[in-house]
């Protein structure tokens, strides 16, 4: 099992930027991929971006690519998501989560960390 804790959440205006931190311990080696996903009041939870443990492959929801930047640092088990450019839809919970096998499910995750974006 891995466990996952966000930070680096916050208030911040329309237009300005935010980093989030997931720190990941405990089975960190069987980590294959880890993930940003967020949910919105009354919204199902969506996901954000996802990075490849080994090597770096990253992906990216159509509704942040260009804006958002995930990235990760293996000696730290630290992966972050940096948002650029936000708007006031991308407030939500945001949690950090994590697999085990490609195209697995998203086992392992965080406690949330809200983001608010005011307009």
């Known amino acids: 099992q891995v466990q996952l804790v966000e930070s680096g959440g916050g208030l911040v205006q329309a237009g300005g930027s935010l980093r989030l931190s997931c720190a990941a311990s405990?089975?960190?080696?069987?980590?294959?991929?880890m993930g940003w996903f967020r949910q919105a009041p009354r919204k199902e939870r969506e996901f954000v971006a996802g990075?490849?443990?080994?090597?770096?492959?990253?992906w990216y929801a159509d509704s942040v690519k260009g804006r958002f930047t995930i990235s990760k640092d293996n000696a730290k088990n630290t992966v972050y998501l940096q948002m650029n450019s936000l708007k006031p839809e991308d407030t939500a919970v945001y949690y950090c989560?994590?697999?085990?096998?490609?195209?697995?499910?998203?086992?392992?995750w965080g406690q949330g960390t809200q983001v608010t974006v005011s307009s």
């Open positions: 989560a994590a697999r085990l096998r490609l195209g697995g499910d998203f086992t392992s």
């Open positions: 990075i490849r443990w080994r090597g770096g492959y990253s």
């Open positions: 405990g089975r960190t080696f069987s980590t294959y991929d």
